[in-house]
């Protein structure tokens, strides 16, 4: 039986992991084919939140200014707030009871700004995944195949046979490719495996509702993105957040409202039912509301047992599912494609052996797991806010109404309950400042190779970034300047798709190896001097004015770095070398799996 088509790689699923996955190998020259089951992108406004490493990955892909442009303002996400209600005939109704800075304050603060030149962003998934389908489309056309289902598949030592069906037109396609990814939420990939999931499962059932409707009224504070409310009428928690798309803050013409319910509780599957929850939940906001849609979930946080097996790998929410809090599902998935990716160019290359895959696990999985329990602990502690107004369900709107006003009466009976919610609000930094999470982790083992320096000593791995231009971790973030004096971030050095040797100034020695290696070896490969040069300029020097780069380097001025394509640092040398370009074609053996260590 011939083949309808052959690719190097197949790509089953078209959300952000897949799309990514689709975008990056393109920029890479690899072909790939997309399928996804489903006839459109996701009509769900869940995932939102665009972390600064994500952003960096948008910006490889050509998507960055758009996404900045049709997502929320800076000085609009600056800010979460905790709130009684949202409208109602009760004066507290819509009373602010916290406010907690989020994200860097829009990326305003000094952490974010030294962490990468890209601030965080939000753009809801469901306005983000058509800008990533149009421009993956762009960059492969006809190779990008909504209402197209994978169906069956099998794999032998060199490659995968898979059949996929056309919804549009009932055909069978028969596709033959080196590799698979599955990037369909876990929904055929992994279970045709027989690849399990553990962790925490239906932890409550979340129902969620996109509207539209005006709010500006009641949904006050400008610079607060997402709203926590308390709802006395129900006895429960909800959340608030505006959808844009023209206008955001109080204006925002749309808007996502979930209301959390027990997992167990059948109210949550009567759609009449979560439909007047929902009216409850905005009291007299809701006139002229109209919902566009309701969607169920369950919130869980769970990891793969394995991320690969033979030619198949797993992406996003088919290798691990994350609670929202922290928005670190929809990002990992983008993180997962970029780290798999470039290693898939590699190998399909010619540059690395085929064990360069195996650490795509022995990465991701560590990460992805970390991840999770963060986004766990974040949700714990959002649940330990709301126990803090007290009541329930069923202790009915008064007493919850009684309950609730500890925490703003001023009766100094009351002072203990209010401190001790605020500082379970504060606590809740780990989810909104987790910069070292969310750009600081590291990959102690994988694809590099380690320059026996100890590991930096980081007093809370949680909220704090420590740059390093360590083996293993993220390249450091400096604002360099070309002879002429332009401003130019390190991590744009970097060309989609190829390492980047950095030198210091006295470096020229491994600039010169690393143009053989990439001569002799055909590897994507590049090098610059980067430091204090003096006057002594080459094409492909650059500026250190700050010393910013000098400081997070850790070598000397004749000393270098080597950096992935994904920007993590793979190798360093601390000085110069008696034969630097034997020691770099060593280090790229090791890190591209054509030896061991």
């Given at each position: 039986?011939?083949?309808?088509?052959?690719v190097?790689?197949?790509?089953?699923?078209?959300?952000?992991?897949?799309?990514?996955?689709?975008?990056?190998?393109?920029?890479?020259?690899v072909?790939?084919?997309?399928?996804?089951?489903?006839?459109?992108?996701?009509?769900?406004?869940?995932?939102?939140?665009?972390?600064?490493?994500?952003?960096?990955i948008?910006?490889?892909?050509?998507?960055?200014?758009?996404?900045?442009?049709?997502?929320?303002?800076?000085?609009?996400m600056?800010?979460?707030?905790?709130?009684?209600?949202?409208?109602?005939?009760?004066?507290?109704?819509?009373?602010?009871?916290?406010?907690?800075?989020?994200?860097?304050?829009?990326?305003?603060?000094?952490?974010w700004?030294?962490?990468?030149?890209?601030?965080?962003?939000?753009?809801?998934?469901?306005?983000?995944?058509?800008?990533?389908?149009?421009?993956?489309e762009?960059?492969?056309?006809?190779?990008?195949?909504?209402?197209?289902?994978?169906?069956?598949?099998?794999?032998?030592?060199?490659?995968?046979?898979?059949?996929?069906?056309?919804?549009?037109?009932?055909?069978?396609?028969?596709?033959?490719?080196?590799?698979?990814?599955?990037c369909?939420?876990?929904?055929?990939?992994?279970?045709a495996?027989?690849?399990?999931?553990?962790g925490?499962?239906?932890?409550?059932r979340?129902?969620?509702?996109?509207?539209?409707?005006?709010?500006?009224?009641?949904?006050?504070?400008?610079?607060?993105?997402?709203?926590?409310?308390?709802?006395?009428?129900?006895?429960?928690?909800?959340?608030?957040?505006?959808?844009?798309p023209?206008?955001?803050?109080?204006?925002s013409?749309?808007?996502?409202?979930?209301?959390?319910?027990?997992?167990?509780?059948?109210?949550?599957?009567?759609?009449?039912?979560?439909?007047?929850?929902?009216?409850?939940?905005?009291?007299p906001?809701?006139?002229?509301?109209?919902?566009?849609?309701?969607?169920?979930?369950?919130?869980?946080?769970?990891?793969?047992?394995?991320?690969?097996?033979?030619?198949?790998?797993?992406?996003?929410?088919?290798?691990h599912?994350?609670?929202?809090?922290?928005?670190?599902?929809?990002?990992?998935?983008?993180d997962?494609?970029?780290?798999?990716?470039?290693?898939?160019?590699?190998v399909?290359?010619?540059?690395?052996?085929e064990?360069?895959?195996?650490?795509?696990?022995?990465?991701?999985?560590?990460?992805?797991?970390a991840?999770?329990?963060?986004?766990?602990?974040?949700?714990?502690?959002?649940?330990a806010?709301?126990?803090?107004?007290?009541?329930?369900?069923?202790?009915?709107?008064?007493?919850?109404?009684?309950l609730?006003?500890?925490?703003?009466s001023?009766?100094?009976?009351?002072r203990?309950?209010?401190?001790?919610?605020?500082?379970?609000v504060?606590?809740?930094?780990?989810?909104?400042?987790?910069?070292?999470?969310?750009?600081?982790?590291?990959?102690?083992?994988?694809?590099?190779?380690?320059?026996?320096?100890?590991?930096?000593?980081?007093?809370?791995?949680?909220?704090?970034?420590?740059?390093?231009?360590?083996?293993?971790?993220?390249?450091?973030?400096?604002?360099?300047?070309?002879?002429?004096?332009?401003?130019?971030?390190v991590a744009?050095?970097?060309?989609?798709?190829?390492?980047?040797?950095?030198?210091?100034?006295?470096?020229?020695?491994?600039?010169?190896?690393?143009?053989?290696?990439?001569?002799?070896?055909?590897?994507?490969?590049?090098?610059?001097?980067?430091?204090?040069?003096?006057?002594?300029?080459?094409?492909?020097?650059?500026?250190?004015?700050?010393?910013?780069?000098?400081?997070?380097?850790?070598?000397?001025?004749?000393?270098?770095?080597l950096?992935?394509?994904?920007?993590?640092?793979?190798?360093?040398?601390?000085?110069?070398?008696?034969?630097?370009?034997?020691r770099?074609?060593?280090?790229?053996?090791?890190?591209?799996?054509?030896?061991r260590?």
């Amino acid at each position: 039986m011939t083949n309808d088509l052959d690719v190097p790689v197949l790509i089953a699923g078209g959300g952000a992991a897949g799309l990514t996955a689709s975008l990056l190998l393109s920029r890479l020259g690899v072909t790939s084919l997309l399928v996804t089951a489903l006839p459109t992108t996701s009509a769900l406004p869940k995932a939102h939140v665009l972390n600064q490493r994500t952003m960096e990955i948008m910006r490889d892909v050509g998507l960055a200014d758009a996404v900045y442009a049709a997502g929320t303002p800076a000085g609009q996400m600056a800010y979460s707030g905790w709130y009684v209600g949202l409208s109602g005939d009760d004066p507290d109704h819509g009373r602010r009871v916290a406010r907690i800075e989020s994200w860097g304050a829009g990326g305003s603060s000094p952490e974010w700004q030294a962490a990468s030149a890209e601030r965080q962003a939000n753009l809801p998934q469901h306005r983000l995944e058509p800008r990533l389908r149009a421009r993956a489309e762009e960059l492969a056309p006809g190779m990008v195949r909504f209402h197209h289902e994978l169906t069956a598949f099998t794999q032998d030592a060199d490659g995968v046979t898979a059949e996929v069906t056309d919804h549009g037109s009932g055909s069978a396609l028969r596709v033959r490719a080196r590799y698979l990814l599955g990037c369909d939420g876990g929904h055929t990939v992994g279970p045709a495996l027989g690849i399990a999931h553990e962790g925490v499962r239906d932890m409550a059932r979340m129902v969620t509702f996109h509207f539209s409707g005006d709010l500006s009224r009641w949904a006050r504070d400008p610079e607060v993105l997402i709203r926590w409310l308390w709802l006395p009428e129900l006895g429960t928690g909800g959340v608030l957040v505006p959808l844009g798309p023209e206008r955001w803050g109080p204006d925002s013409e749309e808007w996502a409202c979930h209301l959390h319910y027990p997992a167990a509780e059948p109210r949550a599957l009567d759609e009449a039912a979560v439909l007047a929850d929902l009216r409850t939940a905005l009291g007299p906001a809701a006139e002229g509301v109209t919902v566009h849609g309701v969607s169920r979930w369950t919130l869980q946080g769970v990891v793969a047992d394995r991320f690969r097996a033979g030619r198949v790998f797993l992406l996003g929410d088919a290798a691990h599912r994350h609670p929202p809090t922290g928005g670190l599902g929809m990002t990992s998935a983008i993180d997962d494609a970029q780290n798999l990716t470039w290693k898939l160019a590699a190998v399909l290359g010619g540059h690395a052996d085929e064990a360069l895959l195996d650490t795509y696990a022995v990465e991701r999985r560590p990460v992805a797991a970390a991840g999770v329990r963060r986004a766990l602990e974040s949700t714990r502690n959002h649940l330990a806010i709301t126990a803090h107004f007290g009541g329930g369900p069923q202790a009915g709107p008064a007493e919850n109404w009684r309950l609730a006003r500890r925490l703003w009466s001023g009766d100094p009976a009351d002072r203990a309950a209010r401190r001790a919610f605020l500082r379970t609000v504060a606590a809740q930094s780990m989810e909104f400042g987790e910069l070292g999470v969310e750009f600081g982790y590291t990959y102690p083992q994988g694809a590099l190779v380690p320059d026996g320096t100890p590991v930096p000593q980081n007093p809370d791995p949680v909220r704090i970034h420590l740059p390093a231009a360590r083996p293993g971790h993220p390249l450091p973030h400096a604002w360099l300047a070309d002879p002429d004096g332009e401003p130019l971030p390190v991590a744009r050095l970097v060309t989609p798709g190829r390492f980047l040797l950095i030198a210091g100034e006295e470096g020229h020695d491994w600039c010169r190896a690393a143009e053989k290696a990439a001569a002799r070896t055909g590897l994507p490969l590049d090098a610059v001097r980067v430091g204090h040069l003096d006057g002594d300029y080459l094409d492909g020097d650059y500026l250190d004015p700050r010393s910013t780069w000098t400081r997070w380097r850790g070598h000397g001025p004749a000393g270098a770095v080597l950096v992935r394509p994904d920007r993590f640092i793979g190798w360093r040398a601390a000085g110069a070398d008696p034969d630097p370009e034997a020691r770099l074609t060593a280090a790229l053996d090791v890190l591209l799996a054509r030896r061991r260590m």
